[in-house]
């Protein structure tokens, strides 16, 4: 069965304190693993797809890797507006993780 | 910037009745997907739809729902028979050709 398992669920930061968010993945026929940023009350909203391990993307402050068994999303010098739930999960059959509720403290 | 758009934003409907919920995918996006989130969980995978037909779909989707491409715009959802189970938030998404999912704002559904 396709799984995809994020840690932590929960992550509360300090303005401008870097930290990672992970995404663990067994998904058979991996075409692809995404991040999403979800606020709350809305739809999600897209950040990545990676295809291969070793394969990275940026975005402003976060960039995204990837492994052949996990991803991360690493956050550098976080401000409050980067507090939101962060989504992610693969493409075979779409799958989606719980979700890191990310909250950065001025 | 193009976007998603859906209708309506909050359905509120009895237990046993059929809601149609609506969703105007991105002009020139080719594939079309339907997901739902009970509230505080996860976001789920529904049916996805390419060539006027259904590509993929969950065990969620079952005998109840159905999807429809009515004209050349509009995408839309419907539960025949609503369970309180149901109630949710509903997120239509499209995209062209790549894997990056354009989704809508979601219509929240209420079944009382």
Known sequence: EDQVTQSPEAL???EGESSSLNCSYTVSGLRGLFWYRQDPGKGPEFLFTLYSAGEEKEKERLKATL?????????????????????????QKVTFGTGTKLQVIP | EPEVTQTPSHQVT????EVILRCV????HLYFYWYR????????????????????????????????RPDGSNFTL???STKLEDSA??????????YEQY????TRLTVT
Do not use: W
């Open chain 2, 14 to 17: 009895q237990m046993g009745q």
């Open chain 2, 89 to 98: 938030m509903y997120f239509c998404a499209s995209l062209q050709g790549s």
């Open chain 2, 25 to 28: 995918p991105i002009s020139n």
């Open chain 1, 12 to 14: 509360r930061l300090q």
């Open chain 2, 37 to 68: 989130q009970i509230l505080g969980q996860k976001v789920e995978f529904l049916v996805s739809f390419y060539n006027n037909e259904i590509s993929e779909k969950s065990e969620i989707f079952d005998d109840q729902f159905s999807v429809e």
């Open chain 1, 67 to 91: 492994t052949k068994k996990e991803s991360f999303l690493h956050i550098t010098a976080p401000k409050p507006e980067d507090s939101a739930t962060y989504l992610c999960g693969g493409y």
């Open chain 2, 78 to 80: 419907k539960i025949r």
């Open chain 2, 103 to 106: 989704f809508g704002p979601g």
